[in-house]
């Protein structure tokens, strides 16, 4: 069954740096997403990107934060200068079209210190 | 926004018992998923289930659009049936997954 994948699994960095998860979507899916779940709380929504464009974005989703699909097949969102409070499991999901089902990354538990 | 409630918040089984999870939504919907999030974090989704009924070995899910709720039935519970189930819909007007709070499980043996 095809996969999101997501990479790295785990990552830690120091506040302040810049930090870049990678998403590859299923090949022929054309919506895609990030979704944040900080530890013990329920899982939000951060933004959706249709036809090379944002066409969605949550109040979380500040100047901090950027997407974008470089390649054709790569997904990837970017903080640019991390906080504590950006501490979360992260995860990248795919659909295929307006009447399909998401299917979700295994996600990247990043870790702000 | 719509809203998305999941009762109970936890539950606590034997194993082998049956248990049913219900997720309340406020608004029409063109998408619902059940979710379980496993103790290592991962989404596995369940099912894909705007309408009727479908069933997978010993999980089977119900939605009631009309009346805005669906149910979650798991028979003979395990252990590796513990953790988190997550309903998630689609409203009509948007093109996003909104998250329930969850029921979180324990099943123990």
């Known amino acids: 069954e095809p996969e999101v994948t997501q990479t790295p699994s785990h990552q830690v960095t120091q506040m302040g740096q810049e930090v870049i998860l990678r998403c590859v979507p299923i090949s022929n899916h054309l919506y895609f997403y990030w979704y944040r779940q900080i530890l013990g709380q329920k899982v939000e929504f951060l933004v959706s990107f249709y036809n090379n464009e944002i066409s969605e974005k949550s109040e979380i989703f500040d100047d901090q934060f950027s997407v974008e699909r470089p390649d054709g097949s790569n997904f990837t969102l970017k903080i640019r200068s991390t906080k504590l409070e950006d501490s979360a499991m992260y995860f990248c999901?795919?659909?295929?079209?307006?009447?399909?089902?998401?299917?979700f990354g295994s996600g990247t538990r990043l870790t702000v210190v | 926004g719509i809203q998305v409630e999941q009762s109970p918040p936890d539950l606590i089984l034997q194993e082998g018992a049956n248990s049913t999870l219900r997720c309340n939504f406020s608004?029409?919907?063109?998408?619902l998923q059940w979710f379980h999030q496993n103790p290592w974090g991962q989404l596995i989704n369940l099912f894909y289930?705007?309408?009727g009924t479908k069933q997978n070995g010993r999980l089977s899910a119900t939605t009631v659009a009309t009346e805005r709720y669906s149910l979650l039935y798991i028979s003979s519970s395990q252990t590796t049936d513990s953790g988190v189930y997550f309903c998630?819909?689609?409203?009509?007007?948007?093109?996003?997954?909104?998250f329930g709070s969850g029921t979180r499980l324990l099943v123990r043996p």
């Open positions: 998630a819909v689609e409203e009509d007007s948007s093109y996003k997954l909104i």
């Open positions: 999901a795919s659909k295929r079209g307006t009447n399909s089902g998401y299917t």
């Open positions: 289930i705007p309408s």
């Open positions: 608004d029409s919907v063109n998408n």
